[in-house]
Every structure is written in C-alpha cells, then in structure tokens.
C-alpha cells in the first residue's frame, strides 16, 4: 500500500505539471517529453473532461475534479498503509475534506476576481483590456448571480453588488469550512 500511495503522488505530481504545461500551449516547446506526459496523463484526465458540469465559461474544472478524485483514492491508500485499515467514516471524511478543498479554491479564486475586479473600480482603471475582460468574464456571472439572491431584480449600483458578493463569498467559505471540520471528526468518530 505504501508503494501504491508513491505511485498515486507521483502520478499527482505529473497530472498538476500537465496542467501547468497546458497553459504555455503544447507544452511551452517541450517537444516529445511533453507528449510522453500527455500520453501518461491524459487518458485519466479525459475521463473527467466529458462531463460538461465541469466547464463554465471558458474554464474547464475537470482537472480539479480528476486531481480531487486521485487525492481520495490516495488519502485512502495512505490510510490503509499506515493503519492496517480503513473504515467507512475515515473514507467518509477524507472524501469531505477533498470536496472541501476544491469547493474552497474555487470560491477562493471568484473571491480574488471580484476584489481584483472591486480594486479596479475603484482605481478607475481601464476595464477594456484583455486583461479585465477576462476577470470580467468570471466575475459578471457570479455578481449577477449573488446580487439576484439579496436583491432579487432590483437595480443595483455596481460597487455594492462587488461588495455584496464578495462579503457572501468569504460568509459562505468561513461558514462552510466551519461545518466541513465538524462533520469530518463526525465521520472520523463512526464506529463503522
């Protein structure tokens, strides 16, 4: 079990420089060791790309989820090679703890976006670059959304509909990794 968890983090390790690699295009230059991590990875990392819940907008979180499940599987094998044995709530709060880490990275990034997107407003700086276009992208959505659940359709001025989504965000985080520490040790206890 020990060498099978080496293998996972190691197999982790090559799925997130991938990832990485994916974002200078083809590889950044890197020729054939890039398509020998292709080959290695994608095939894993395909079978998360087919689900459409993963992709918004313009952004594909498939990787997170592929990583999150390799994670798990992980936690689990570790488990099991340092103790000898694994119950249901050990695996129950393992999975919990994967899915928190990924629901919290991704409102921590929509929380950066917004007070990115808050500190450009403020600065009046020009929105219409490449650059703000694309945090307006990721942010439009979210405000809109946010600001329909406190408002529910009236006009709202847009330095409170920020500020307002981006205070919910950071609530619902603090609140929610509250509740993910509580059940965790919940499951942790389980005699089963």
Known sequence: MSILSGVLNIFSLLIFIRIILSWFGGGGGLGKPFHLLCG???????????????????????PIAALAVLSIVNNVVATIARFGRISIGIILALSLGILWSAASFIAGFLILVLTLRL?????????????????DTFAAPVQFRISRIFFRGRI????????????FLLILVIALGVLTGILENLFIKMPI
Do not use: C, E, K, M
């Open 156 to 167: 709202v001025h847009y330095l409170t509909g920020l500020i307002i989504s981006i205070a």
């Open 40 to 62: 290695i990875t994608d095939p894993y990392l395909n079978y998360f790309r087919r689900f459409r819940i993963l992709r918004a907008g313009g952004i594909d979180f498939s």
């Open 119 to 135: 500190i450009a407003y403020i600065i009046s700086a020009n929105v219409y670059t490449p650059f703000w276009q694309v945090i």
